[in-house]
């Protein structure tokens, strides 16, 4: 398959320049480095950011991505994970470029698959670069956490967008023993790949990989923050620099257990701090790494002393062994989410 046809002529690298800003690699400048990087194993290719708002022609940028062409090793690596068989009835939710779909459409026939996509400037690119390319899926503009009834029940569902939970309609239009695979997030953190079988509308199982993707944007985290103004000032039991400067497996278990709150630090030195919110934003906590051990290096405004959940969090895991987050799991159903250590049944959060 041409992965050239369904690149666009511009696009930005994921990796920053000295100055801060993600560049462009345009096919019209440099068409070797544009091929070179088309077909590079383990980079991204940023297809679109802001939404929209910044186009490549604009130049070298910063902001938020929004699409992109996943790197060859990530695509290949959720394909096997996914474990496709010729045949099978395939929801694809991220259409994007299309290039995920015609990779799809080779194992199971474009007949088997639909794919949906949010943004409609998007919609109309992948479902052009497929048509053009010859594959012929069932194509929808929509919200692919509703997933898409008429082509429903499907034996396997994949995300190219990360997601904080598992919508019904996923749960509901999938056939017993269908596999759902999706990149998943917390407020707190991101990277891990689930996978779940559906069982009688009930989806189940563990984290099975890493890998990092933009959030679907109905489930991007909250920025919003309306806490009260009156605070109460604490000390740390612990220091921030153990809880937060370890390794991105620690702070991915620790979201699994607070999935509603998120953190930001900020500054250097003895000015560095960390602040939490939760997810209505009404409940805020600032923790100075300086001198951690006093009365007010812990700041509390709102009913929810953030810091102390954290940390909370932390000794669970700690208790438990520490263990890596492939050994934690969750299952889905009409009553909500668990999450559970080892086996289903040593639920650690409900």
Known sequence: MDR??????????????????????????????????????????????NDG???????PAEGDFSSSISALDVVFEKLNLLDLDPG?????????SGYDSAVISERVGSGNLTTVEYDPALAAWGETNLRAAGYTPTTICGDGLEGWQPTAPYDRIIATAAVRTISDAWRHQAADQAVILVPFITSYAAGGILELTVDHNVACGRFVSSAFYMPARAHRPSRRLNPPTDSVKA???????????????????????????????????AERQVQFWDAGGT??????????WETGAVTVYGARNLWDEIVNAYSRWK??????????????????????LDHPANTVRA
């Not at 099978?88 to 994007?96: C, F, K, S, Y």
């Not at 263990?323 to 159903?333: E, I, N, V």
């Open 4 to 49: 050239e046809a369904f690149a666009p002529s511009a696009f930005w690298s994921p990796t920053r320049t000295e100055a801060g800003l993600y560049p462009v690699i345009d096919r019209d400048q440099d068409e070797e480095t544009w091929r070179r990087t088309v077909w590079g194993t383990h980079e991204s290719l940023i297809t679109q950011m």
């Open 53 to 59: 708002a910044t186009l490549p022609e604009d130049g």
């Open 283 to 292: 409940s805020v906590t600032i923790v100075d790494y300086d001198h951690w």
């Open 319 to 340: 208790y438990a062994g520490g263990p890596h987050f492939t050994r934690y799991g969750l299952t889905f159903d009409d009553d909500g989410s668990r999450l559970w």
């Open 88 to 96: 099978h009835r395939v929801l694809h939710l991220g259409t994007a």
């Open 235 to 269: 000390a740390s039991r612990i220091s921030p620099a153990v809880v937060l400067e370890r390794d991105w497996g620690q702070d991915f278990v620790i979201g699994l257990h607070l999935p509603d709150v998120s953190q930001a630090k900020r500054g250097e030195g």
